[in-house]
């Protein structure tokens, strides 16, 4: 039986239910699934070892980029097994499970989509729009794959992630809808833009919800995570 931990270690400390204690209270082995950007994350997984001690089975490295996976590979899968900590697997990121296209987040969100080119791309994260005009082109510069939600009646927030590189998609909350020259400007970009009746904050958190999902009540996506495993872990030594 695998039990899913609680997204950190330490969540649930409070009342003595974290997960060190309850992989303790169920006699269990733990697996840790970590993410890996740069080389201080190694420092998480060294206190995570400390913290599960003789009952932590080993690490899964998940969702891994491109520009990480080498220096992971050569450098810090070795430094890890020489302090006796068993790395089970590297899993690549793949955009398919890390995002979800604009087009199924309009359908999840139940929004009007006034502006359809780009309805494709792929969104990762989030950012609210509710800062100034004048330090909003800054933040969106900042972000890659994000989808900018914001009041629909915020004409200089519009303008400013349409200018933007990395954003993917408006979602304009309060059933406002934007101006001719917005929706204009956002054709020519191929940016999308959505349209929803509910308040910003509870945009936000089914827009999370929707991504941190995933896809896996589809049969391709499970069908590209059970591959994604057996190329990159060793499911074996897991079971074993």
Not at 41 to 63: C, K, M, P, S, T
Not at 137 to 144: A, Q, V
């Amino acid at each position: 039986m695998f039990v899913e931990g609680g997204g950190r270690y330490d969540v649930g400390g409070i009342v003595d239910l974290a997960d060190p204690d309850v992989a303790e209270l169920l006699d269990a082995r733990v697996l840790l699934v970590a993410p890996y950007e740069i080389p201080a994350d190694v420092d998480d997984i060294i206190a995570a070892a400390d913290r599960f001690g003789d009952r932590l089975a080993g690490v899964v490295f998940n969702g891994v980029s491109d520009a990480a996976y080498d220096g992971l590979e050569t450098d810090v899968v070795p430094f890890l097994e020489g302090r006796g900590i068993p790395v089970h697997g590297v899993l690549p990121s793949e955009r398919e499970l890390s995002g979800v296209t604009v087009a199924d987040l309009a359908d999840e969100l139940g929004a009007e989509t006034l502006v359809a080119d780009g309805a494709e791309s792929y969104v990762e994260r989030f950012t609210v729009g509710a800062m100034g005009a004048d330090s909003a082109l800054r933040h969106f510069r900042r972000t890659r794959d994000a989808a900018v939600i914001t009041g629909g009646d915020r004409a200089e927030i519009h303008t400013a992630a349409l200018e933007a590189p990395g954003v993917r998609c408006l979602i304009l909350t309060g059933g406002h809808r934007p101006s001719s020259a917005i929706t204009g400007k956002a054709r020519e970009k191929g940016v999308p833009i959505l349209s929803v009746r509910t308040d910003t904050l509870t945009t936000v958190e089914r827009a999370e919800d929707v991504v941190r999902s995933g896809r896996t009540h589809t049969a391709d996506t499970v069908d590209r995570m059970q591959r994604l495993l057996s190329d990159h872990a060793d499911v074996d030594s897991v079971l074993e």
